[in-house]
T-cell receptor, first 114, second 114 residues
Framework: TQLLEQSPQFLSIQEGENLTVYCNSSSVFSSLQWYRQEPGEGPVLLVTVVTGGEVKKLKRLTFQFGDARKDSSLHITAAQPGDTGLYLCAGVNAGGTSYGKLTFGQGTILTVHP | SAVISQKPSRDICQRGTSLTIQCQVDSQVTMMFWYRQQPGQSLTLIATANQGSEATYESGFVIDKFPISRPNLTFSTLTVSNMSPEDSSIYLC???????????FGSGTRLTVV
């Protein structure tokens, strides 16, 4: 069974601070996705990283995929209260009976205080 | 990306009864999944809804408890049968469209069993 270890589980920071969320696995996924979820809503896809070493930027968010495609990170610069939410990494399974299934990390609850 | 209508958005049910959750997509999709989530926590995959055939269940989930239908490429239902308070959770459907890399999630059904 493939597992994704996501850390930290909780982050409480002040507006303007930077933060990084980590997602690590002992196995390789075909790609890795990051989602953000707000209360009462489903997760919304932020980005998909596919290639080892890939870096993607989405405004103040920077996503990295490790060279070995086993780990990823999400870095937020100058966090704002609107960034508050549950952040989830998810590995996409490419083969066999697990094709298309997502394996989720434990999630990171981010709270940005004004 | 696909637009999902998931109903009901929430319900309070008596133990021993059953609830059917509907997931309607505005376009044809290749894969449909059902997840369970405790508030503020990660998602656990219940099953993959297969069109015209029996769903594929993950370890710990069985058809008698969570019967799933998928009569076509745009619609699926999940029934939570013989409910107990332990079934109180958020249930989400997710879809992957043709040629789409990302996954779209419904807004979820918040179920409380009393």
């Amino acid at each position: 069974t493939q597992l994704l270890e996501q850390s930290p589980q909780f982050l409480s920071i002040q507006e303007g601070e930077n933060l990084t969320v980590y997602c690590n696995s002992s196995s390789v996924f075909s790609s890795l996705q990051w989602y953000r979820q707000e209360p009462g809503e489903g997760p919304v896809l932020l980005v998909t990283v596919v290639t080892g070493g890939e870096v993607k930027k989405l405004k103040r968010l920077t996503f990295q995929f490790g060279d070995a495609r086993k780990d990823s990170s999400l870095h937020i610069t100058a966090a704002q209260p609107g960034d508050t939410g549950l952040y989830l990494c998810a590995g996409v399974n490419a083969g066999g009976t697990s094709y298309g299934k997502l394996t989720f990390g434990q999630g990171t609850i981010l709270t940005v205080h004004p | 990306s696909a637009v999902i209508s998931q109903k009901p958005s929430r319900d309070i049910c008596q133990r021993g009864t059953s609830l059917t959750i509907q997931c309607q997509v505005d376009s044809q999709v290749t894969m449909m999944f059902w997840y369970r989530q405790q508030p503020g926590q990660s998602l656990t995959l219940i099953a993959t809804a297969n069109q015209g055939s029996e769903a594929t269940y993950e370890s710990g989930f069985v058809i008698d408890k969570f019967p799933i239908s998928r009569p076509n490429l745009t619609f699926s239902t999940l029934t939570v049968s013989n409910m107990s308070p332990e079934d109180s959770s958020i249930y989400l459907c997710s879809v992957v469209g043709f040629g789409v890399v990302g996954y779209t999630f419904g807004s979820g059904t918040r179920l409380t069993v009393v």
